[in-house]
């Protein structure tokens, strides 16, 4: 308060106006510096986000079975067109085997790759220990991968670990749908056909048959001229 001069108005004023500068100027530095830590904040929430999820999803591919062959199998898609090219015909004339382990295979090959992009060091270990196997033709059992993801989740979401006196069952790769969703879609496409089918021959029937009575009705007035 000593550098202040009240000695006049306007002494004051500049005074006041001085005073005023300096506290705005203040409060913009912390307004600025307010701002930068926020959108560090938000940026570094939605990379965690986006690193749940990512992770969520491979944990859901990796071990969204309990039942079944839990293992993966390596057969790549050449491989698996070979085998079945060597495998007799059925009774229909088509090839015995099914695409649905290869289809498991590409699921869990892409969760690997999102693991050992965005996973900790263990999840990476594991990861790549998985994806050697899978190139050597071994199969992969990812129940030790599934536990390391669980447990790193439920912690970054602030969830009580699960106790290790639970006794959950091994965990292996999800099961792809089936078809049966575009089976009906297309049932309901064939029904549209058949329903446009349907209305373009009564809608021909119709014209016939106001064609005919045109006709007739023409054919009436000149017999009666």
């Not at 306007?10 to 005023?20: M, R, V």
């Not at 996973?119 to 050597?136: F, I, K, N, P, S």
């Not at 119709?206 to 009436?220: C, F, K, S, T, V």
């Amino acid at each position: 308060m000593r550098g202040l001069d009240f000695s006049s108005w306007q002494a004051l004023l500049s005074t006041l106006i001085g005073l005023a500068v300096i506290t705005l100027i203040g409060v913009g530095i912390r307004l600025l510096v307010m701002q930068t830590i926020q959108q560090r904040r938000e940026r570094e929430n939605r990379q965690i986000n986006e690193r749940l999820r990512t992770l969520i999803a491979a944990y859901k591919t990796l071990g969204g079975s309990f039942t079944g062959h839990l293992a993966v199998d390596p057969t790549h898609l050449r491989d698996l067109k070979m085998s079945q090219a060597r495998e007799p015909a059925g009774e229909d004339g088509a090839v015995i085997g099914s695409d649905r382990s290869r289809r498991i295979r590409d699921a869990v090959e892409a969760a690997l790759s999102d693991i050992i992009l965005l996973g900790t060091d263990e999840q990476v270990r594991l990861a790549a220990r998985a994806a050697t196997d899978m190139v050597e033709g071994r199969p992969i059992r990812p129940h030790e991968l599934v536990v390391s993801l669980r447990d790193f989740i439920r912690g970054a979401l602030d969830l009580d670990p699960v106790p290790p006196s639970l006794g959950i069952p091994p965990q292996g790769p999800a099961r792809p749908a089936g078809g049966g969703k575009s089976g009906r879609n297309g049932g309901l496409r064939e029904d549209s056909r058949q329903g446009g089918g349907k209305g373009g021959q009564a809608g021909g029937a119709g014209a016939g048959m106001g064609l005919g009575a045109g006709l007739a009705l023409g054919d009436d007035t000149e017999s009666r001229q």
